[in-house]
């Protein structure tokens, strides 16, 4: 099993930056893609970001790249999201989630997910 928390989120302006950190704990030995993934109300959970745990290769979603930097740190077992000039379509619920294979962009290859974040930004 593999425990995912996330931390940050919250309330900014069109034009602004957020932090969201995901700590894991577990068995993450396992773990081969971590991701971020959101969904906007009434939408349908949709791929951000994602990390290879081992490698360190990082792969965005078309709308956030270069704007959003997915990070990780090994010994800390934890997973970053740094979110600049963010827009209002950024606003959405953040999860969190694990992988031990598959495709990196798909929820369906990932087994362990975090309750989610709040992000909202304002126009």
């Known amino acids: 099993q593999v425990q995912l928390v996330e931390s940050g989120g919250g309330l900014v302006q069109a034009g602004g930056s957020l932090s969201l950190s995901c700590a894991t704990s577990?068995?993450?030995?396992?773990?081969?893609?971590m991701g971020w993934f959101r969904q906007a109300a009434g939408k349908e959970r949709e791929f951000v970001a994602a990390t290879n745990w081992i490698r360190g290769d990082s792969y965005y979603q078309d709308s956030v790249k270069g704007r959003f930097t997915i990070s990780r740190d090994n010994a800390k077992n934890t997973v970053h999201l740094q979110m600049n000039n963010l827009k209002p379509e950024d606003t959405a619920v953040y999860y969190c989630?694990?992988?031990?294979?598959?495709?990196?962009?798909?929820?369906?290859?990932?087994?362990?997910w975090g309750q989610g974040t709040q992000v909202t930004v304002s126009s």
């Open positions: 577990g068995r993450t030995f396992s773990t081969y893609w």
């Open positions: 989630a694990a992988s031990r294979g598959g495709s990196y962009s798909s929820p369906l290859s990932y087994g362990y």
